[in-house]
């Protein structure tokens, strides 16, 4: 007799989006603002870093994201009709925070949610490994379930092992305590919270010991299937930009240290760039606090300008003075 594979998905009131339209604005949504993401780009911007996104799809023709998506790196898990397809819209919204966060990040997804924003731990399990063996550099997780399973972690430390950072959200069951979902519960994740525009945590982001750091998830605008822009909440829209925070310092720090060591280097530099909120140091609600990009990948360092070129050389001049030094007797003009 077979065993009952546990059912993950996305939190329900990240169903449908608050707003849907087919305008962007030309500014950068608040979140990447408030992140100093502007500021960071002088110092890396994803260039070349792989982020697969397990979700449900993604729309890979959307205009913000098809410069970004790589089309031989998308599979689908579900067994969903549609393929790779996006028909939820959950997917595609988080890919375009990674996009706007790492502007020059190579993204990859993995369908492991169906069309109704559900799927088996198994296959996330296996969207995890697949994204593992296609060189993944970072892998983000918005979905989430209330219990523990067996298929998951063991995918989460193959990850770890290969050097791959995994963001995951935290879940949308706050405020009460000890509301973490899976798998961000897990020791391998690093858990994101959400926060608003001023900063405060979210009334339903989870809370819990396993919280790491808080992000924007609350009103996020970003893409959505069809060529149109969302406004979401939750901490899906959390998790992703910190995938994209991953695939900054992921550049700037790709020839300083192994692959194998970013996951432990990752999480002690993220903690230094963060700004402490709520309670004094770590909490339960913002975890170590919320990131400055800048702090994380580090500031370029300004080349000094080149020393001016020394004066033309007056060859009569100094030919004259090596035969006075010689002791000829040389009269100047």
Request: hydrophobic share 40%; net charge neutral; with cysteine.
């Amino acid at each position: 007799m077979s065993r009952e594979v546990p059912v993950f998905s996305l939190p329900p009131n990240e169903l449908h989006p608050g707003s849907l339209g087919r305008i962007k604005s030309v500014a950068q949504d608040w979140g990447t603002v408030k992140l100093k993401c502007p500021d960071a780009w002088k110092t890396a911007t994803g260039k070349g870093v792989k982020v697969f996104v397990l979700d449900t799809g993604v729309d890979a023709n959307h205009p913000d994201l098809k410069d970004n998506i790589d089309v031989k790196l998308l599979k689908d898990f579900s067994g969903s009709r549609f393929g790779a397809i996006d028909r939820q819209g959950h997917g595609t919204h988080c890919s375009g925070t990674i996009a706007e966060v790492a502007p020059d990040c190579v993204i990859g997804h993995a369908k492991v949610l169906g069309d109704n924003g559900s799927g088996g731990v198994d296959n996330i399990a296996a969207g995890i490994n697949w994204a593992v063996a296609n060189g993944a550099d970072v892998i983000s997780l918005s979905l989430g379930g209330p219990g523990a399973d067996s298929y998951i972690p063991p995918a989460l430390d193959r990850a770890l092992a290969a050097g791959v950072l995994v963001i995951v959200a935290a879940g949308n069951e706050g405020p009460n305590e000890n509301t973490v979902g899976y798998p961000g519960a897990y020791p391998q994740s690093l858990a994101v919270a959400a926060v608003d525009e001023n900063l405060t945590v979210a009334r339903f982001s989870s809370r819990g010991r396993n919280v790491f750091v808080a992000a924007p998830g609350v009103n996020v605008r970003s893409t959505y299937p069809g060529g149109q822009y969302a406004t979401m909440s939750g901490t899906s829209m959390a998790t992703p930009h910190v995938a994209g925070l991953a695939a900054l310092w992921v550049e700037a720090n790709r020839d300083k240290l192994p692959k194998a060591n970013r996951p432990d280097r990752f999480r002690k530099e993220l903690v230094a760039a963060c700004r402490d909120h709520g309670a004094g140091g770590w909490d339960t609600a913002y975890g170590n606090g919320f990131p400055d990009a800048v702090k994380l990948v580090g500031e370029k360092a300004v080349q000094p300008p080149p020393p001016p070129p020394p004066p033309a050389l007056d060859l009569e001049e100094e030919l004259a003075e090596l035969l006075r030094k010689r002791g000829w007797d040389v009269k100047e003009k």
